[in-house]
């Protein structure tokens, strides 16, 4: 079992920053590969960024290549994710996941935290 709680996220002006943060719980957290999405009204949830149990490989939604940076930190069981030149798009619910192996899909995580608001204006 694994239990995630977001954080970080706020309202925020385009171009800007933002680090979403992930604390994890349970003791197979560093055997997990560890997700972010993201859910806009309306919309279904997006892949954001993805990185294995090692840290070593990560991957990117299309959207986000370039400007998202997701990270681990598995003596602190923490997850983060790094966003630059956020743009008014980026704005929806975002999701921390947990899931046996690297993947792209919704149903390919396991454990989800509660989500945090990212609002971007223009």
């Known amino acids: 079992q694994v239990q995630l709680v977001e954080s970080g996220g706020g ?4 171009g800007g920053s933002l680090r979403l943060s992930c604390a994890a719980s349970g003791r197979s957290f560093s055997s997990y590969t560890m997700g972010w999405f993201r859910q806009a009204p309306g919309k279904e949830r997006e892949f954001v960024a993805t990185v294995s149990w090692s ?3 990560t991957y990117y939604g299309e959207s986000v290549k370039g400007r998202f ?5 598995n003596a602190e069981k923490m997850v983060y994710l790094q966003m630059t030149n ?8 975002y999701y ?3 899931g046996p192996t690297t993947g792209w899909a919704t149903d390919e995580y396991e454990y989800w935290g509660q989500g945090t608001q990212v609002t971007v204006s223009s």
């Open 11 to 14: 309202l925020v002006q385009a």
């Open 96 to 98: 921390c996941a947990a």
């Open 69 to 73: 940076t997701i990270s681990r930190d």
């Open 55 to 57: 840290g070593d490989d």
């Open 86 to 93: 956020l743009k008014p798009e980026d704005t929806a619910v």
